[in-house]
């Protein structure tokens, strides 16, 4: 796997997606933080506050959805955020945030690979090209 934004390394690392035994693997790579927030609803006598967290930093995950001989159908999630602040909303009683990012947030982009090739995932944005290569093995 390699990533770049406008020409420049963002990760690139090499995985085992099936052992030997033909179970197969998630790829991850991340590094970044999770932001806490808070989601308030308001019930009829009183408030439920849940605690959430938003990802924040640079993640690739590359899940195999189904393999079929020597190919593999993919699932590929791809993150390169930052924060910028967080925004609350609802009434004085009861105050939901929101943590507000920039950049780039794709998940589940799908991709079919056959052993031996590679394929670019389409990220739907011309700054970022991750490319993927499955080697026979």
Known sequence: MTWTHDGAP????TSIIRDP???TQPFHI????????VD???????????SREKWVGQLVQVDTKKVDGETFDLAVTAI???AT???KTGPANC???QV???GLEVHDVPVQLRAGSAAEVPLGDPHYKLALKLVAG
Do not use: I, R
């Open 100 to 102: 507000n990012t920039t």
């Open 85 to 87: 602040g967080k925004t």
């Open 21 to 23: 035994f033909g179970q």
């Open 95 to 97: 105050v939901s945030e």
């Open 80 to 82: 390169d955020t930052a």
């Open 30 to 37: 991340s590094t970044g933080d999770s932001n806490g927030y």
């Open 40 to 50: 308030c609803t308001k019930l009829p006598n009183c408030v439920k506050l849940v």
């Open 10 to 13: 963002v990760a690139s690392a």
